[in-house]
């Protein structure tokens, strides 16, 4: 049974950071396409930021650009997100995602860290 445990939410003020970690176990994050997502009260849950530690490349959506570092370590079996420069806007709750290289979608959840930017 995969499980994702995220951790390193909290509440900041705008422009400052905090570091996701999104920790993997029953499976290893090599063989995943491994994501970040949010949603935000009232609003759909959007793509964050992914990565395929398998081929090394990443995707952001436009609005952390720039902001938003994804990384992900094999030998901890985790992923991260660093979130620098933060803003109101990105209060939300993050979910942690994974998903096989050939599904089209996200097979396993974590439960959620809540992320609040006060301006």
């Known amino acids: 049974q995969v499980q994702l445990v995220e951790s390193g939410g909290g509440s900041v003020q705008a422009g400052g950071s905090l570091r996701l970690s999104c920790v993997v176990s029953g499976g290893s994050v090599r063989g995943y396409s491994m994501g970040w997502f949010r949603q935000a009260p009232g609003k759909e849950r959007e793509a964050v930021a992914r990565i395929s530690s398998t081929f090394g490349n990443t995707y952001y959506t436009d609005s952390v650009k720039g902001r938003f570092t994804i990384s992900a370590d094999n030998a901890k079996n985790s992923v991260y997100l660093q979130m620098n420069s933060l803003k109101p806007e990105d209060t939300a709750v993050y979910y942690c995602?994974?998903?096989?290289?050939?599904?089209?979608?996200?097979?396993?959840w974590g439960q959620g860290t809540q992320v609040t930017v006060s301006s």
């Open positions: 995602a994974a998903k096989y290289l050939t599904s089209v979608q996200y097979d396993y």
